[in-house]
T-cell receptor, first 114, second 111 residues
Framework: DVKVTQSSRYLVKRTGEKVFLECVQDMDHENMFWYRQDPGLGLRLIYFSYDVKMKEKGDIPEGYSVSREKKERFSLILESASTNQTSMYLC?????????????FGSGTRLTVV | GENVEQHPSTLSVQEGDSAVIKCTYSDSASNYFPWYKQELGKRPQLIIDIRSNVGEKKDQRIAVTLNKTAKHFSLHITETQPEDSAVYFCAAARGGNKLTFGTGTQLKVEL
């Protein structure tokens, strides 16, 4: 069973702090994704990575960056947290080369910026 | 890029009734359409998907239909049960690319 683990279930951070959200998958998946989930807005893609050291901007990358130094780990970084980044953050992964295959999601990190 | 619209945003049905959630997409090259169910406090989980070369797919009480010409696809749940209560998301992708999700439908099955 594919496991995608997000290091924190809940986080509370102060405005201006640098925040790291960690995601680890254990099934050798090449593709990894970060989404944020907000009521009424669904899941919006922040950044994704097709393989180690690779990263691409999604639909809402402003205020975020990512790091993919190892295949199993994909980190989302909030350079200077702001209150409008209060949200649920979901990490997902997928095996590369499989066109018709859905993602496996982590359990999410609910981030509150005060 | 791809844009996916999903309706309705909330849906309330009586236990045993059917529920239908509809999505439209904009990119005619999209060829993969999964549906995810997210129970309260849990991760989204894939429940069914369909490829563009198929018009309909069924799995027990759930089915998905796809109309490529009109660029819309729908989720059908028959004989709804309380455990079907959740948020449902549709999504679309071209090839093995990233998924674009709809805004979600909160389904409530009332006893």
């Amino acid at each position: 069973d594919v496991k995608v683990t997000q290091s924190s279930r809940y986080l509370v951070k102060r405005t201006g702090e640098k925040v790291f959200l960690e995601c680890v998958q254990d099934m050798d998946h090449e593709n990894m994704f970060w989404y944020r989930q907000d009521p009424g807005l669904g899941l919006r893609l922040i950044y994704f990575s097709y393989d180690v050291k690779m990263k691409e901007k999604g639909d809402i990358p402003e205020g975020y960056s990512v790091s993919r130094e190892k295949k199993e780990r994909f980190s989302l970084i909030l350079e200077s947290a702001s209150t409008n980044q209060t949200s649920m953050y979901l990490c997902a992964s997928k095996k590369a080369g499989l066109q018709f295959y859905g993602y496996t999601f982590g359990s999410g990190t609910r981030l509150t910026v005060v | 890029g791809e844009n996916v619209e999903q309706h309705p945003s909330t849906l309330s049905v009586q236990e045993g009734d059917s529920a239908v959630i509809k999505c439209t997409y904009s990119d005619s090259a999209s060829n993969y359409f999964p549906w995810y169910k997210q129970e309260l406090g849990k991760r989204p989980q894939l429940i069914i998907d369909i490829r563009s070369n198929v018009g309909e797919k069924k799995d027990q009480r759930i089915a998905v239909t796809l109309n490529k010409t009109a660029k819309h696809f729908s989720l059908h749940i028959t004989e709804t049960q309380p455990e079907d209560s959740a948020v449902y998301f549709c999504a679309a992708a071209r090839g093995g690319n990233k998924l674009t999700f709809g805004t979600g439908t909160q389904l409530k099955v009332e006893l």
